[in-house]
């Protein structure tokens, strides 16, 4: 794909890691090879295969077919040299810090990430020896400072959950290589249609595939990109943890991902027509959109993102009370965990993303008890608007 002229990012979502397979009987969809192993007729191709000398596979923890053209495909989106792939995205996320990372290293990040990463920060990183420095989200200054204390890695998530702060992916990138540290971005929340963190200094990026990329809310997986060097490293830990991706999982990621330009569009446009109606109703109290004018990092949102994304919150008045009257009320929302996928999801972070925070912890994180947040679906926006009037109606 890559010696091919430059296409555009809904062409690589449906052709992407697809068209160098060699195709089973001429299917036209990848196959999906269930095969645990893979036999040879000779010692000698079976050895060159072994030692990479020669295309092929061995065994599927190591590598399959299904799941090579799901890494292939998320690889040309993200343009990226190499990626390797996981059972899900925080199998990304460890198995690359346990690849990368040793004791005495020091990792600098934001207290903003996902709560999984948190707890990798907060209890399993310091056991291993690794210092975490967590700073304020939008503290660009500190964040630069503390860099330039000296860090092994710099590790970011933008937009953040759930709150959707933009951080400048650009300028901290600079900073970090200044100190000769690795950055390592999330793009989970902003999928390679919004934005590609290698083209702005990073040099790993991780998705949860089970999100955006897969969008039907039907398989986990995780997947790193990156250089050939890095993404060797992280693959050889991963082969040995043993976190893989199963070629099924692999096949509805692949299957998903086809639209994935298509439905990112719609939420982009989605999201941004609900947070600006939001923003005008009487209960609504605050909203957080990168595309609103009034987000604190807009300026930076539209320099690194070509769309907002479908993700946003907003908080309500009447809290915690006010949000347990009126989300059951939404009919075209599901109350659950997960995010990213066709159906419109809420739900409070009190019982997602912060659930194991005390109250003091989530003040602080600025997340106010009546929180909601919104991942926008691909149904018309008119009824997704005109379902959350009927719900909030019940509050006002
Ligand atoms: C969901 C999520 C993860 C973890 O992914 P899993 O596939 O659930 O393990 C990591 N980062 C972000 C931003 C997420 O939303």
Redesign the pocket.
Known sequence: MENKAAVGPATLSVWGGETEHPLFERATQVPVVHSVSFAYKDIDTWHNVALEKEPGHIYSRNTNPTVRAFEDKVKVLEGAVAATSFS??????SNTFGALLRPGDRIVSIKD??G??NKLFTEFLPQLGIEVYLSNTDDYRDIEAEIGRGCRMLYL?TP??PTLKIVDIQRLAKAAKAVGALVVV?N??ATPINCNPLALGADIV??????YLGGHADA???VACGSAELIKKIYHYREINGASLAPMDAYSLLRGMKTLSLRVQRQNCSALKIATWLMQQEVVEHVNYPGLSSHLHHDVACRQMRGFGGMLSFSVKGGLAAIKVFLPKLQYAHMAA???CVETVVGPPLVT?HVECTDAERAAAGIPEGLVRYSTGIEEVEDLIADLAQALAHIS
């Not at 899900?88 to 996320?93: D, L, N, P, V």
């Not at 991780?206 to 999100?211: C, L, M, Q, V």
């Open positions: 899900s995205g925080m199998a990304a996320i990430s996902y999984g990463t998530e953040t959950n999330d989970t929340f991780i998705h949860s595939a089970s999100k986990l997986g995780g997960n995010l990213g993303s």
